[in-house]
């Protein structure tokens, strides 16, 4: 990239920073939009910004340093970031990727020459159900092969637009192809359920909330068994209670649409077809507690939707369902805006996203103080995922009654569940709770099932003999994902791909989950490779266990999880490659130098 005069620089960050108020919390935004104008945010810049904000330098860089999507070094004008998620792996990974090269000329990791094409891998981008998938200059590909690849670097190439690529592959199903998304993205929502899609009237909800007492509001969610959806399940109005009931200047509400987890893509369906609903329960939840202000903090990977959001919270302005005296009811103001992340698989953890919307690295805090306690900007912040909020809405719609009869006497309600890998139809179904995974086995076309990863890479890997087993909180909760893996495939490679995942997103602040991580990584790189012993099956298991008990978070507390439920449910499959041998070393020494002794002509003496 040419040099930048450091006076127009100056201004131009300034510029930046403006935008932004010069507020300190609104840091990853600046440096966002830095990234975004010169494709890098350089040491100069780095400088550049502290300066403006009046912050210290070791801020900004660090703000830089952490998310996927910021980088000092420059990317191409047009970046392509290609998922290497188990199921784009599953699904012809490589053969993409190795087009993409070809076509560009370049390898992963690379610029072009003139500065046209970057290619970088990246983690899940949310599109499971249609892999191999990429983000291009912020819009997503998906349903990729190696024609389409070389074609989109073609057509780059040729000076056309990213949307008019996507244009020429054709716009996706329902909200997809809004003018303000024009996506190939498809939803492929293939059971909608009475609670998340069933006939909405908009503003019903937040009339009937605001005609009670905010009290009133939160028995209504608390009647109705409600557990928060993430995978925690922890009693939603509850934590309203909490939050209502904490001392502070001012209360916050936050949607936590962070779906990083790999195989989850429910809250883009529900996002793109059905905002309302999301909205209208941030709206309500706001009025239980006490609120004038709520927060979508929304994964850079989807992006592309803001636009869309930004439309329909114009809309509910204009209709009364934000802004001042909401729903008529006097001295109700509520606002909600739209913060977009910077791709952290750790800020879906609540406290680290409320740390990433403060303009900081997105760590996890140390609890207590909770959020509900001490949370955005030091004051009571209620935090709930999309799907939470979204059936509030209907339990104060639709009475608590209704939505209890939907699941079990444990588990109310339904279960949207987004559901990718070997079978006939991946996609996005809305269940009832208590439905176990064989009949949803056999409703997305999965009989010959060797294996189901239940709640993403950090959930559990079950066989046949679980497969009897129900979607619920009183037997397998879970935030939505099921992947399912084929009699073809090697399970141990998966296993791989997500230890992979795990060691890349881990924040590095506690070392059980830093290191350990690494450790476990490497231990199964080394029974693949044949140098595996009984002893390391012991290790696995056994570091396992201390990562998951000393790790500071949620991250390290269940990223040994594959591992372990695998050696639990498939041991076989490990012990198949290991050795009896009680000592071996983690390579072979004879292959290592057997380039180097043809090519000096020496043999090699291990005696």
């Given amino acids: 990239m040419q040099d930048l005069d450091p006076k127009v620089l100056a201004g131009e960050i300034k510029a930046i920073a403006e ?16 990234q ?62 190795k087009a993409f090269e070809e076509s560009a000329g370049i390898a992963f990791g690379q610029v072009t020459a003139d500065g046209l094409i970057s290619l970088s891998e990246t983690s899940c981008i949310g599109m499971s159900d249609q892999e191999p998938a990429a983000l291009i200059a912020g819009k997503p590909f998906v349903n990729l092969n190696a024609a389409k690849a070389r074609k989109i670097v073609a057509g780059i190439k040729a000076g ?21 998304i024009r996506s190939m993205v498809n939803n492929n929502l293939r059971k909608k359920g009475p609670v ?11 009339r009937k909330a605001v005609a009670m007492t905010p009290q009133e ?25 909490f939050c209502s009931r904490s001392k502070g200047s001012r209360r916050y509400v936050f949607c936590n649409a962070d779906e990083g987890e790999p195989g989850t893509f429910t809250d883009r369906v529900l996002l793109t077809e059905n905002p309302d609903l999301v909205f209208e329960g941030m709206t309500l939840a706001g009025y239980a507690i006490g609120s004038p202000k709520g927060i979508l903090y929304l994964r850079q990977e989807y992006q592309y939707l803001q636009p869309f959001l930004e439309d329909v919270l114009a809309q509910r302005r204009k209709e009364g369902l934000l802004g001042k005296d909401v729903a008529g009811k006097a001295g109700f103001d509520f606002e909600i805006r739209i913060q977009i992340g910077a791709g952290a698989y750790i800020c879906g953890e609540e406290s680290a996203l409320i740390n990433s919307t403060e303009g900081k690295r997105g760590e996890p805090r140390d609890r207590p103080p909770f959020p509900v306690q001490e949370g955005y900007k030091g004051q009571p912040t209620l935090v709930n995922n999309v799907e939470t909020l979204a059936a509030c809405a209907r339990i104060v719609e639709m009475g608590p009654q ?54 993403g890479p950090s959930g559990s890997c079950i066989g046949d003999k679980d497969f009897d087993r129900k979607i619920c909180f009183d037997d397998m909760p879970t935030g939505g994902a099921l992947m399912i ?43 693949f490779e044949g140098h595996g012993t009984r002893k390391d099956l012991d290790d696995l298991a056994d570091w396992g266990r201390i990562i998951k008990s000393a790790s500071r978070c949620g991250l390290g507390q269940t990223s040994p999880n594959p591992i372990l439920t695998t050696l639990t449910n498939f041991r076989s499959r ?22 180097a002794c043809d090519a000096t002509g020496r043999t090699l003496n291990l005696a």
Wanted: hydrophobic residues 40%; contains cysteine.
């Fill in 217 to 241: 509001v939160i028995e209504q969610v608390k009647a109705a068994k409600l557990r928060g959806r993430g995978g925690a399940g922890f009693p939603t109005g509850m934590k309203w209670e």
């Fill in 402 to 455: 209704w939505f209890i009869d939907q699941g079990t006497n444990v588990s109310s309600g339904t279960k949207l569940l987004s559901i990718s890998g070997d079978c006939k139809r991946p996609g996005v179904y809305e269940l009832p709770m208590g439905i176990t995974i064989r009949m949803i086995l056999s409703i997305v076309g999965a009989d010959d099932a060797l294996a189901v990863q239940v709640g």
């Fill in 196 to 206: 998340l899609f069933g006939a909405m009237a908009k503003g019903a909800a937040l």
């Fill in 160 to 180: 056309k637009s990213v949307q008019a690529l996507v244009d020429e592959m054709g716009l996706g199903d329902g909200n997809n192809a809004h003018p303000l």
């Fill in 19 to 34: 935008t932004e108020d010069n507020k300190r919390t609104r840091l990853i935004n600046v440096v966002r939009k830095v």
């Fill in 36 to 97: 975004s104008a010169y494709g890098r945010v350089s040491e100069q810049m780095i400088d550049m910004i502290a300066q403006t904000l009046e912050i210290s330098r070791i801020e900004v860089e660090g703000v830089v340093s952490f998310y996927h999507f910021l980088s000092e070094k420059s990317t191409g004008r047009v970046p392509i970031y290609l998922n290497n998620s188990a199921v784009s792996e599953m699904m012809g990974f490589e053969e993409v990727k």
């Fill in 574 to 595: 490990y012990e198949e490659l290991i050795k009896e041998d009680e000592y071996l070393t983690g390579f072979d020494l004879e292959a290592a130098v057997a380039d």
């Fill in 485 to 527: 893996i084929g009699p073809q495939r090697d399970l141990l490679k998966v296993v791989h791909n997500f230890m992979r995942f795990f060691v890349e997103e881990s924040c590095g602040w506690c070392v059980p989950c830093r290191v350990g991580n690494q450790m476990l990584e490497s231990k199964l790189r080394k029974i």
